[in-house]
């Protein structure tokens, strides 16, 4: 599409896709400072979800004269915007369009991304998460601030190259909680541990992308409240049980761009 990435004078800003545009994150903070002095340049963040319980988001586009195209994933998002945020937002310049998460969007792109793997298969992945949204989001962990890694996982960090044996020795900090997550994850699925590979594969500490990959391939069927294991495993013909996370992002994903594949499945955060 002659795209080309510059350093300075760009045409046009792009926001890549993410679910951190959340009140409780830091990244919305980060992203409004990454805008000054692109206030003149067209602003456009590919499909995200959004959730901004108490804080009004359009502060990210303060002072903008170009437009903003604000892409969504899922109706949810939409709707929250809607309801709470759409006077300022348009008032900011920002244009809120939806389309998919990229990576249904891009489905056709998937399977020789993750290539194929002759390791022997995994009767179970549980993938789940063990971050802020592992639990309902709401205003007040905004004040809370971020759950402070262990001494380990800094030891470490500072010895340690990132790469398979980072992820395995932060796997191996981490091992009662991520078991104790999975184990929760899989009773409001209504299954087990048993025989499952118990690793949050889209967690960066815990996986290197060669791990992430290999697992879903190796997987026959995948629990998880990770958006990003559950779409390549889905894309991939894997029996997938999504269930709902912190907020509505996973449910939306869902009902916008999975309800009608026959391999997966939604546990809605009622248990349904």
Not at 26 to 32: H, K, M, R, V
Not at 68 to 86: G, K, P, V
Not at 180 to 196: G, K, M
Request: net charge neutral; proline share 7%.
């Amino acid at each position: 599409m002659g795209i080309v990435v510059v350093d300075a004078d760009p045409d046009v800003v792009i926001v890549p896709p993410s679910g951190a545009l959340l009140e409780v994150y830091a990244f919305p903070t980060y992203l409004a400072e990454r805008l000054r002095g692109y206030e003149d340049v067209p602003l456009v963040i590919f499909p995200s979800s959004v959730f901004f319980p108490d804080r009004d988001p359009s502060f990210m586009f303060e002072g903008r004269e170009a437009p903003t195209l604000l892409f969504l994933r899922e109706d949810e998002s939409r709707a929250h915007l809607a309801e709470r945020w759409a006077e300022p937002l348009a008032n900011a310049g920002v244009e809120i369009v939806l389309d998919h998460d990229v990576v249904a969007s891009g489905h056709a792109f998937v399977p020789a991304i993750l290539g194929a793997t002759k390791r022997r298969p995994v009767t179970r992945l549980v993938a789940a998460r063990i971050d802020r949204e592992a639990s309902p989001m709401r205003a007040s962990a905004a004040r809370q601030g971020a759950t402070p890694a262990s001494p380990i996982l800094h030891a470490v960090a500072s010895r340690i190259p990132y790469g398979p044996v980072y992820t395995a020795a932060s796997r191996y900090a981490r091992r009662a909680r991520n078991r104790a997550a999975a184990e929760r994850l899989a009773s409001r699925a209504a299954s087990t541990i048993d025989d499952a590979a118990c690793i949050d594969i889209s967690a960066r500490q815990f996986a290197t992308f060669h791990e992430y990959r290999t697992m879903i391939l190796r997987a026959e069927s995948v629990i998880t409240d990770r958006l990003h294991v559950a779409l390549p495993a889905a894309i991939m013909g894997k029996d997938v049980t999504m269930v709902e996370a912190g907020y509505f992002k996973l449910g939306g994903v869902y009902r916008r761009s999975l309800a009608g594949v026959a391999n997966v499945r939604l546990v809605s955060a009622a248990g349904n």
